[in-house]
T-cell receptor, first 113, second 112 residues
Framework: DGGITQSPKYLFRKEGQNVTLSCEQN?????MYWYRQDPGQGLRLIYY???????QKGDIAEGYSVSREKKESFPLTVTSAQKNPTAFYLC????????????FGPGTRLLVL | GESVGLHLPTLSVQEGDNSIINCAYS??????FIWYKQESGKGPQFIID?????DKRQGQRVTVLLNKTVKHLSLQIAATQPGDSAVYFC???????????FGAGTQVVVTP
C-alpha cells in the first residue's frame, strides 16, 4: 500500500515543549515538503528537501526544524520558539525532475494545551 | 510579493449543474499550475494540472483552462455531485525547485 503517512493524527503540545511530527513515504519520491494550514486559509511552506541530507527554508521556517537522513522520512520539529503552533500540518512529496505534482499525506493537527 | 488568489470564497452549486472555480495569478513567469481538492480534516487531493504551454486540459468530469493573457486559471466540474463538496485550491509553481504558492481556497457546497 503505497503513499504518504503522517503521525500522529492529533498532537498536543505543552508550553515550552518541542514536538516532532512524522512524515514517511514509500513512493520513492526525491523531494519532500512541509506545509502549515490555518483555518480558512491556504497552505504555507515551512521547509522542503530535494535530496537526502539537504533541506531549505520555506516562507515560514522560524520556530521549526527538520532533518532528512533517509529518503523516505522527513520529520518536522515544532520548537518552543514557535509561539503560535496550533495548525494543521501537511507533508507532501514528489518525484524530482520534470514531474511537478506534489502528493499530500493526511495531515497532523497540532493543538496547544 | 506575487501571489495566487481566488475570486470567490464560497460557491453554492445545485447537484447536476456545472461548477466553475476561478483563480487569478500574478507571476507571469509561472509555468505550472495545479488544482487540489481538500475535504474537511484531510490532506489535499490532486485533481488536475496544466503547464503554461497549454490552454486547456481535461480529466474525468474536470477541465482546467489557462488564460495567460489575463493570468487566469479556472476549474470546471461537470455534473457536480454531493461528493464534490470540498475546498478547492489552485497553486502555481514559483521556482525551479518545485515550490508551490497556494491560493486561499474556494468552498464548494453542493445542494440537492
Amino acid at each position: 500500500d503505497g503513499g504518504i503517512t503522517q503521525s500522529p493524527k492529533y498532537l498536543f503540545r505543552k508550553e515550552g515543549q518541542n514536538v516532532t511530527l512524522s512524515c514517511e513515504q514509500n513512493l520513492n519520491h526525491d523531494a519532500m515538503y512541509w506545509y502549515r494550514q490555518d483555518p480558512g486559509q491556504g497552505l504555507r511552506l515551512i521547509y522542503y528537501s530535494q535530496i537526502v541530507n539537504d533541506f531549505q527554508k520555506g516562507d515560514i521556517a522560524e520556530g521549526y526544524s527538520v532533518s532528512r537522513e533517509k529518503k523516505e522520512s522527513f520529520p518536522l520539529t515544532v520548537t518552543s520558539a514557535q509561539k503560535n503552533p496550533t495548525a494543521f500540518y501537511l507533508c507532501a512529496s514528489r518525484v524530482a525532475g520534470a514531474q511537478e505534482t506534489q502528493y499530500f499525506g493526511p495531515g497532523t493537527r497540532l493543538l496547544v494545551l | 510579493g506575487e501571489s495566487v488568489g481566488l475570486h470567490l470564497p464560497t460557491l453554492s452549486v445545485q447537484e447536476g449543474d456545472n461548477s466553475i472555480i476561478n483563480c487569478a495569478y500574478s507571476n507571469s513567469a509561472s509555468d505550472y499550475f495545479i488544482w487540489y481538492k481538500q475535504e474537511s480534516g484531510k490532506g489535499p487531493q490532486f485533481i488536475i494540472d496544466i503547464r503554461s504551454n497549454m490552454d486547456k486540459r481535461q480529466g474525468q468530469r474536470v477541465t482546467v483552462l489557462l488564460n495567460k493573457t489575463v493570468k487566469h486559471l479556472s476549474l470546471q466540474i461537470a455534473a457536480t455531485q454531493p461528493g464534490d463538496s470540498a475546498v478547492y485550491f489552485c497553486a502555481e509553481k514559483t521556482d525551479s525547485w518545485g515550490k508551490l504558492q497556494f491560493g486561499a481556497g474556494t468552498q464548494v457546497v453542493v445542494t440537492p
